[in-house]
C-alpha cells in the first residue's frame, strides 16, 4: 500500500513538474520582448546549469550584447527539452536583432557583426589573407571570440551554413560546448559538469559497495547455518 502511495505521488508531482514547463516561457521570448524597441542587439548562450536530483531543473545564462556594450542576465529557468537542445551550443549567438531585422542564425559570437562596416573592416596579414578587424570601441567582440581571427573564408563558410539553418562552429570546431576556445573562456561550467560526473560515480560506487557487502553478509550467515 505504501509503493502505490508513493507512486501515485510520484506521478502527481510529474505531471505538476510537466505543466509546470509546458506553460514555462522561453527566455528568448522574453528577452525579446523586453528588446522590442531595440533595433540591434544579440545573445548569447553565456552558461548552463541542471540542479536537483529526483526532479532535475535547468537554467541558463545570457550574456546580451548591444552596440559597444554587454552584461550577462541571472540565471533563468528554461524546460528540459530546451536545454538539452541547446546542450552544444554555450557561449554561441542564439539570436540577434539588426536594425529591426531579426536572425536566428547559430554560430560564435560577434560573427553576427562582422562584415558590417559600421563595426570593422577587411585586412590582410602578412600572408595577403583577409580577415576582419573590429574597430577599437568594439574590440570586446574579438574578446567575445577568444581572440580568434576571424577570415574571409570562415565567414563564407557561416553565411552558407546560415542559409542552411545550421549551426556554425568554427572551421575546426572551436565554438559550442566541445570547442577549445569555450572551453577555455568558461571555466566554471565545466567544473560543474566534472563534479557532477565524479559524484556519479561516486554514488554508483557506494551503491556498488552496499550490495556487494549484503552479498557477502548473506553468504556468510547461509555458510554459519548449514556448519550447524
Known amino acids: 500500500m505504501y509503493r502505490l502511495c508513493y507512486l501515485a505521488l510520484a506521478l502527481i508531482l510529474a505531471a505538476l ?6 506553460g514555462q516561457r522561453l527566455p528568448i521570448d522574453i528577452i525579446k520582448k523586453e528588446f522590442r ?14 540542479r536537483g536530483s529526483f526532479f532535475k531543473t535547468y537554467y541558463h545564462k545570457y550574456r546580451i550584447v548591444q552596440d559597444d556594450r554587454a552584461w550577462t542576465t541571472n540565471w533563468m529557468k528554461v524546460p528540459n527539452d ?9 557561449g554561441m549567438t542564439l539570436a ?7 536572425d536566428s542564425a547559430v554560430g560564435p559570437p560577434g560573427y553576427h557583426y562582422v562584415g558590417d562596416e559600421r563595426y570593422g573592416k577587411w585586412q590582410r596579414d602578412s600572408s595577403g589573407n583577409s580577415f576582419w578587424a573590429f574597430y577599437g570601441q568594439y574590440v570586446f ?26 549551426p556554425y562552429y568554427g572551421r575546426n570546431n572551436e565554438f559550442g560546448t566541445k570547442g577549445t576556445i569555450t572551453k577555455s573562456q568558461k571555466p566554471n561550467f565545466y567544473a560543474r559538469q566534472a563534479a557532477r ?16 557487502g ?9 555458510s554459519y547455518s548449514g556448519g550447524k
Not at 540591434?40 to 552558461?47: A, F, N, P
Not at 540577434?96 to 531579426?102: H, N, R, S
Open 17 to 22: 513538474f510537466l505543466n509546470g514547463c509546458a
Open 37 to 50: 524597441d531595440v533595433p540591434t542587439y544579440s545573445v548569447i548562450l553565456e552558461d548552463m546549469d541542471e
Open 82 to 90: 530546451y536545454y538539452k537542445r541547446h546542450s552544444t551550443l554555450l
Open 96 to 102: 540577434a536583432k539588426k536594425e529591426g531585422e531579426f
Open 141 to 166: 567582440l574579438s574578446h567575445l571570440l577568444g581572440g580568434h581571427r576571424v577570415y574571409q573564408n570562415d565567414y563564407a563558410t557561416y553565411r552558407q551554413y546560415r542559409r542552411q539553418n545550421r
Open 197 to 212: 560526473v565524479q559524484a556519479k560515480k561516486a554514488s554508483f560506487s557506494k551503491r556498488v559497495n552496499q550490495r556487494t
Open 214 to 222: 549484503r552479498t557477502r553478509s548473506s553468504y556468510r550467515s547461509r
